[in-house]
T-cell receptor, first 114, second 113 residues
Framework: EPEVTQTPSHQVTQMGQEVILRCVPI?????FYWYRQILGQKVEFLVS????????KSEIFDDQFSVERPDGSNFTLKIRSTKLEDSAMYFC????????????FGPGTRLTVL | AQSVTQPDIHITVSEGASLELRCNYS??????LFWYVQSPGQGLQLLLK??????LVQGIKGFEAEFKRSQSSFNLRKPSVHWSDAAEYFC???????????FGTGTSLTVIP
């Protein structure tokens, strides 16, 4: 069964450094998402992406965040200058196309900012 | 604004007992509702979803949920819990574009032998 993959599984970085989290959505899916989950808290929506542009974003998704689909398969989340509070699990998701389609989540990347 | 409330932070049940996890939502239009399960160190797995039609929906692993519009609820149930059901359970509501998901804070389920 196709699945969303994410790399790396765990990323450790120093405060102020840039990180890029990578995701490979399920092929032929059209919508892509990033979520984050701070330890012990709920999963929070960051951004949705369709047709090579951001379709919706939350208040969390400020100027330090950016997303890109650099080729036909990868979907990346860049955090320009990491802060301690960016430490969280980041989940990528994709869905085929219809609003009623299920979002399929990847296993997540745990980001630790020191 | 859209929101999801899961009033039970942690629930403990005995193996073989029945289970009900509560979820209340706030959304102005007809909601798209979901239950996901998250095992430790894993991603989110869809258990079931509701968009329209029959208000009782069946999911994987023997789970079911009932949509009650009058109560703005979408509670998850299972008649007989297995030890492998121990996990974190998240209720979510999606906007009718399907583009934004709002998750509850989750309910942690412990199953005792």
């Amino acid at each position: 069964e196709p699945e969303v993959t994410q790399t790396p599984s765990h990323q450790v970085t120093q405060m102020g450094q840039e990180v890029i989290l990578r995701c490979v959505p399920i092929s032929n899916h059209l919508y892509f998402y990033w979520y984050r989950q701070i330890l012990g808290q709920k999963v929070e929506f960051l951004v949705s992406f369709y047709n090579n542009e951001i379709s919706e974003k939350s208040e969390i998704f400020d100027d330090q965040f950016s997303v890109e689909r650099p080729d036909g398969s990868n979907f990346t989340l860049k955090i320009r200058s990491t802060k301690l509070e960016d430490s969280a699990m980041y989940f990528c998701a994709s869905r085929p196309g219809l609003p009623t389609d299920t979002q399929y989540f990847g296993p997540g990347t745990r980001l630790t900012v020191l | 604004a859209q929101s999801v409330t899961q009033p039970d932070i942690h629930i403990t049940v005995s193996e073989g007992a029945s289970l009900e996890l509560r979820c209340n939502y706030s959304y102005g239009a007809t909601p798209y509702l979901f239950w996901y399960v998250q095992s430790p160190g894993q991603g989110l797995q869809l258990l079931l979803k509701y968009f329209s039609g029959d208000t009782l929906v069946q999911g994987i692993k023997g789970f079911e949920a009932e949509f009650k519009r009058s109560q703005s609820s979408f509670n998850l149930r299972k008649p007989s819990v297995h030890w492998s059901d121990a996990a974190e359970y998240f209720c979510a509501v999606a906007t009718n574009t399907g583009n934004q998901f709002y998750f509850g804070t989750g309910t942690s389920l412990t199953v005792i032998p």
